[in-house]
Each structure stands twice: as C-alpha cells, then as structure tokens.
C-alpha cells in the first residue's frame, strides 16, 4: 500500500536564455502528513538578479511556491537531492532542519570533480549544517516512494517513483530522459557529462516504466510537456 498520497509539481523560476521551466516537486506522505520535496531550485541572492543564468522572483523561490502552498520551509522533512546542479540544488540552505538524500557518487562529484555547475551555489549546498544521508543505487523510501540511480547527466543522479491513489504511478524522471527521444540516439545535451552513461540510464528509466505501466514520465525542463501538466496549486492525487 502506498503512503504517497498528493503530488505537487512546482515551478521555481526559468533558464533565462531558453526560457525552460526549473521544477521541484513536492509529496504529501502520510500516514503523518510529511512533506517531502525533490530538489528545492536556485539560491535565494539569484531573486530579480538580471545577470543569473536563471529567471527567479521572490515567488517563484522555493520558499514563495511553499507559502502558496500554505507551508514554509519548515514543513519539509526530507528533500530528496536529483543532482547538485544550480537550478535544483542552489536552496538547500533554506533547509538545515530537513534529511537530505543523496546519491554517494553524486555528492563525491560534486565535492571533488571543480565542475563549474557544482560551484555556483556551492554555499548553498555544502552548507555543514545540512545533514545528508548518503545512498548506492535504487532505494525505496517509504511504501510507494522509491529512488532510481540513473547517473550519467551526472554521475549518481536519481529519479524519483513514486504511487499515487488515483493516478497510479508517476516517474519523476529529472534531467535523466529527454522525452520524445530514444535513448540510443537522442541528442546530448552540454550538461551531460557522460555519454554512455546518459543512454543507458535513459534506456533503463523507458524500460522500467514499460515494465511498470507508468501512468505518467514528468520530465525536467521540457516547456511543452509542462504546459501539459497539472502544476501547483492543483496536483495529482
Ligand atoms: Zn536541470
């Protein structure tokens, strides 16, 4: 039985020069109501910043999204860590009372690898008052809530599976799987960092959804497919 009850998809602001959504995403879990949240978006300082790579006004932050939501930062128990990219890691700050959790390969690249991406916000999500709990590969959360490894975009990025009710499942598939695409050919993107790796995971990530008649691939950064979907504050249930 799962303990995923409601899905929430949050828009946290846009790429500046492409115009593209940044997306978290928020689960009511029960049976205690926690809040968990995917990813938490850009850095506060980047608000009505005209020089940031990222579009973010004081609503469009993670803090803006919950207090629409009626929640604060404070109503969010864990966060669960995509990757340590900018646009998804870069308010990790607003959150030192949560569990955060990571995959152990992509907390190490992003420690050690001097990635331009990782440094940016790197205040942000190095902070030591964070608490991380580090994961290898697939992982079930909570009944209904389970992490994919699907390192490649970078090494040890995950997707989140999660079982909704009414819905069925959702794959919240992350910078993992450009929609539309197959995994063999699809084109890479500058941020992917590592080729194969990329393909595989894509592959892998189509083929389990198959396999698990997923109801419903949401994909990062796609602004067609978001324009299709039931965004905050509406959600799945
Ligand atoms: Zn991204």
Redesign the pocket.
Known sequence: MTEVRELFLLQLGTVREVGVP?PAYLLKVGPDDQYVLVDTGCARRVIGDPESHFVVTEDDHIAGQLQKLGLTTGDVTTVVV??L?P??AGANDEFPHAEFIVQRAQREHARSSGLFRYEWYRDQWDDPRLRYREVDGDVELRPGLTLLECGG?VPGHQAVLVELPETGRVLLA??AWMRGTEAETRPMTP?DVDEAATRRSQRRLADLAEELGVALVVH??DIEQWATLRRAPQSYT
């Open positions: 940044i995509s990757h990219d646009d998804h975009h992350g910078d941020f990062n950064h």
